[in-house]
């Protein structure tokens, strides 16, 4: 009866981490360097980021109708929210290369057209 109840737990847990993988594996991914960032008053808390080589039909923007200049979007007053943002400023100040993910979701902000971030990072190729 243990090997029983400890066989399905390793199955829980192997559905569990799989589930995340795959969820993990839908969200749009960008590689590259930034084009633009823009704040404001009358965003509020909104930042908007503009990637090199925008484009409506590239993979990060797929799961969004992206009509507009705006390639990703993301909310600084959420925790980790300013780190994006000064890990966003860093990158654009010093031209270097950095991963942005999304969450394969547009809604959250009046630029509802506009991926949500889910996180950023530096990188070398």
């Known amino acids: 009866m243990r090997n029983f109840k400890l066989l399905t737990m390793k199955n829980i847990l192997s559905f569990f981490i799989l589930t995340l993988i795959s969820v993990n594996s839908n969200a749009a991914s960008y590689s590259g360097k930034i084009d633009s960032i823009a704040t404001g008053p009358n965003l509020g808390n909104t930042i908007l980021v503009r990637v090199e080589g925008h484009s409506t039909t590239a993979p990060w923007s797929t799961s969004c109708s992206i ?19 000064s890990q966003l400023l860093a990158a654009y100040a010093s031209q270097s290369l950095i991963v942005i993910e999304g969450t394969n979701s547009c809604t959250g902000s009046a630029f509802t057209d506009i991926q949500n971030m889910s996180y950023v990072r530096f990188y070398t190729p």
Do not use: I, L, R
């Open 67 to 85: 009509s507009s200049f705006w390639s990703f979007k993301f909310d600084s007053s959420v925790p980790g929210g300013k780190e994006a943002y």
